[in-house]
């Protein structure tokens, strides 16, 4: 839990009877590697903030995968569209390892945002935050070669690198296996 509060705090500040009202929300889940967070179809209604593992943002268009974001350790994020709307999830987040997280209720966090100004200002931060981190994605995959997307991926993301296969980085580059592996063989 207080991996989340000092997430939280590295945002925006918050007072101590938010924190106490965010530790009466919270949930503690582990999943085995390969268990969905969340399936397709399904209405997401939580944020998840990672405490330990990792997992994958997906989709699957015409039987192909598509990885949107991989997520890490200490990372808040949602499927926001899918809870904004109120219509079944188009993704699906899939552990790519055992992971540890923390789950909170959006209704009731939303409910805690009205009660506390404080968590109202993290919240319209992150979602700020979250918004220019996905233009960037968009941007990387309309403008950017896959070589590029691969240098930025090594440059901005290698911790992760080894904790993903080859066939997700693929994924996630908008690219085949065998062409990885021609961009990974000239670097």
Avoid: W
Wanted: with cysteine.
């Amino acid at each position: 839990m207080i991996e989340f509060i000092n997430f939280c705090k590295k945002v925006s500040p918050l007072d101590n009877d938010c924190i106490i009202d965010l530790n009466s929300i919270i949930k503690f889940k582990k999943v085995k590697k390969n268990d969905f967070l969340l399936n397709v179809n399904s209405h997401s209604n939580e944020l998840f903030f990672i405490k330990k593992g990792i997992v994958k943002f997906c989709f699957n268009g015409d039987g192909k995968e598509f990885i949107m974001r991989f997520f890490a350790e200490n990372i808040l994020f949602a499927d926001i569209e899918s809870y904004s709307s109120k219509q079944h999830s188009k993704y699906e987040i899939i552990a790519i390892e055992n992971t540890e997280y923390f789950s909170l209720p959006f209704y009731e966090f939303e409910q805690l945002c009205l009660k506390h100004h404080s968590l109202e200002t993290f919240f319209r931060k992150f979602m700020t935050i979250a918004n220019l981190n996905m233009m960037e994605r968009v941007s990387e995959i309309l403008e950017e070669d896959a070589k590029k997307r691969y240098a930025n991926f090594i440059s901005k993301k290698s911790q992760i690198l080894p904790r993903i296969s080859l066939g997700d980085l693929a994924s996630y580059l908008g690219i085949t296996q065998v062409s990885l592996s021609r961009i990974r063989a000239n670097k």
